[in-house]
């Protein structure tokens, strides 16, 4: 079965062309979106497994789309397609549960290996990305958690699995993890049931009456 995709791009170009690379045996296009709510509506009425997506488009921003396509199929992968490789660019898109990051000077075959990879819900990240996410990774981070490492956190305050978590907040069980390692690594930690027990001592988490 070749691997239903969705290209979402507001430039008319930029999508014939890469129409043009990866209308293959193995990649069926089974739609086309200009911006975020239009790929929203063919995604529901084509039930792609991947949407081929670019992050600055009209009425909508890339990661509002990732977020709300997770959430209306929580089954569905996003691959990245973008000339931007910045922080606010990159970690919006990875926080709401992209499966990939790429940029738009990526050779054709690398792409289309990127695409079957990314369908299969594999991690697929541009060198220039992967390094954005270990510098933020290995920051000294403050004793505070964003308003999702908190939501991860009550999940696991409640015996919750990665997978339930991820099912829950409609992200990826990949998500999930780098979440918790962000929590680990602000809460000086090593493992859930510190960080569980730190939360709580911090008055991160409000204990269950």
Do not use: C
Not at 61 to 90: K, N, Y
Not at 107 to 112: I, K, Y
Not at 137 to 151: D, I, K
Not at 180 to 196: E, P, T
């Amino acid at each position: 079965m070749p691997v239903r995709l969705i290209i979402v791009d507001d430039h008319p170009i930029v999508r014939d062309g890469l129409r043009g690379i990866l209308d293959t045996d193995d990649i069926e296009i089974v739609g086309e979106a200009a911006d975020g709510p239009e790929a929203l509506a063919v995604a529901l009425r084509t039930a792609p497994d991947l949407v081929l997506l670019d992050l600055r488009m009209p009425k909508m921003t890339g990661a509002e789309v990732i977020r709300l396509l997770r959430e209306q199929q929580p089954g569905i992968h996003v691959l990245v397609l973008t000339t931007f490789d910045d922080d606010a660019d990159v970690l919006p898109a990875i926080e709401q549960g992209a499966t990939g990051y790429l940029l738009k000077d990526t050779p054709r075959a690398e792409l289309r290996r990127a695409v079957l990879a990314a369908a299969a819900g594999e991690t697929v990240l541009s060198p220039t990305v992967a390094g954005i996410l270990t510098r933020k990774a290995q920051e000294p981070e403050p004793r505070t958690l964003s308003p999702r490492e908190l939501e991860v956190m009550r999940f696991i305050a409640r015996g919750a699995t990665n997978r339930e978590v991820a099912g829950k907040l409609f992200i990826t069980e990949a998500t999930v993890k780098t979440h918790l390692l962000h929590v680990f690594a602000k809460l000086g930690v090593k493992d859930r049931a510190a960080a569980v027990a730190v939360a709580y001592e911090l008055g991160l988490l409000e204990r269950q009456r």
